[in-house]
């Protein structure tokens, strides 16, 4: 069941189910849900120095990602680092296929099988360029990873 968007910065509406929005103050508190859950940080973002994302947790005590203080943050980051690349224009960063090479590289994930599940789910044709003012594309790209 869909609730309500949550409205989240650079202008973009994320849906979330009633089941995870009535549990948003246990997700860090339950150890039997994944890491990315625990950590209001579903697309698993990396921690580090550099970062200085709204509603990071101020002590953090997974070490390896980021933490935050409610999922909605953990989803406002994902779009910011897109946000990012696609504004930056870094090289070879132009397609959700690449997106996700970036996201998740093939040295530490099944990339391809990623790949095919995000497609099959955003149903987005992978190899087309991908532009930030295409919100639309954007949303249903971070929503299936």
């Known amino acids: 069941m869909i609730t309500q968007p949550i409205r989240v910065s650079y202008g973009f509406a994320v849906r979330t189910t009633t089941k995870t929005q009535i549990s948003m103050n246990k997700i860090s508190k339950s150890t039997t849900l994944p890491r990315g859950l625990r950590n209001n940080n579903p697309l698993n973002i990396r921690n580090s120095h550099a970062n200085n994302f709204q509603g990071e947790v101020k002590?953090?005590?997974?070490?390896?990602?980021e933490q935050f203080t409610s999922?909605?943050?953990?989803i406002r980051a994902a779009f910011k680092i897109i946000h990012n690349w696609l504004r930056e224009g870094r090289p070879f960063i132009e397609t959700p296929t690449d997106i996700i090479c970036r996201w998740a590289p093939p040295t530490e994930n099944?990339?391809?099988l990623y790949i095919d599940k995000v497609e099959y789910i955003a149903r987005l044709n992978m190899k087309s360029r991908i532009k930030?003012?295409?919100?639309?594309?954007?949303v249903r790209l971070v929503h299936a990873m």
């Not at 999922?71 to 953990?74: A, C, L, N, R, T």
């Not at 930030?132 to 954007?138: E, L, S, T």
């Open 59 to 65: 002590t953090n005590t997974d070490g390896q990602f």
């Open 132 to 138: 930030w003012a295409d919100k639309d594309r954007i």
């Open 110 to 112: 099944n990339t391809n």
């Open 71 to 74: 999922m909605s943050f953990g």
